[in-house]
């Protein structure tokens, strides 16, 4: 016969009881672990998305005509976003296409040449950079005006 916790005889009733406590713990242990194992060989199963963070400059009519397939002549899915490199306000986006898997380079600005020979710039990053400097030799001026009609 079995014992109790404080050494003595325990009743039948009571040692089915525990038994069957034990029994049922068990199995919902054994069902949420079958239950991780298929969320897991689920979770490989679907394809990884690589989700942009933040916001972009784009210019629709550029990534209109870079988001399709020359190949199979259907239209890029932004879902099938491999990699993105940015820089500045610019960005290119690498984009696999879902029929024969080709890999396109999506650029979200028109290149613009660089009249010093280097590396072609991009219109975002060019208009950028004219307005920033138009606006401090604005306020350069209009710094001098005041300073000169307050003398």
Request: net charge positive; proline share 3%; aromatic share 4%.
């Amino acid at each position: 016969m079995p014992r109790a916790k404080n050494g003595r005889f325990a009743k039948a009733q009571n040692v089915a009881k525990v038994e069957k406590l034990v029994e049922r713990t068990a199995e919902r242990k054994k069902k949420r672990s079958i239950a991780k194992a298929a969320k897991l060989l689920m979770a490989e199963d679907e394809p990884t998305m690589l989700v942009p963070v933040g916001r972009r400059v784009v210019e629709l009519d550029t990534l209109a005509k870079e988001l399709w397939c020359s190949d199979c002549d259907i239209p890029l899915s932004l879902r099938n976003l491999e990699k993105e490199q940015q820089m500045g306000l610019a960005s290119i986006m690498t984009v696999r296409c879902g029929e024969c898997l080709a890999e396109y380079a999506v650029h979200t600005s028109k290149k613009v040449p660089n009249l010093n020979g280097g590396k072609d710039l991009y219109s975002s990053n060019c208009k950028t950079a004219l307005g920033m400097s138009t606006t401090v030799v604005w306020f350069d001026v209009w710094v001098v005006r005041t300073r000169v009609r307050n003398a």
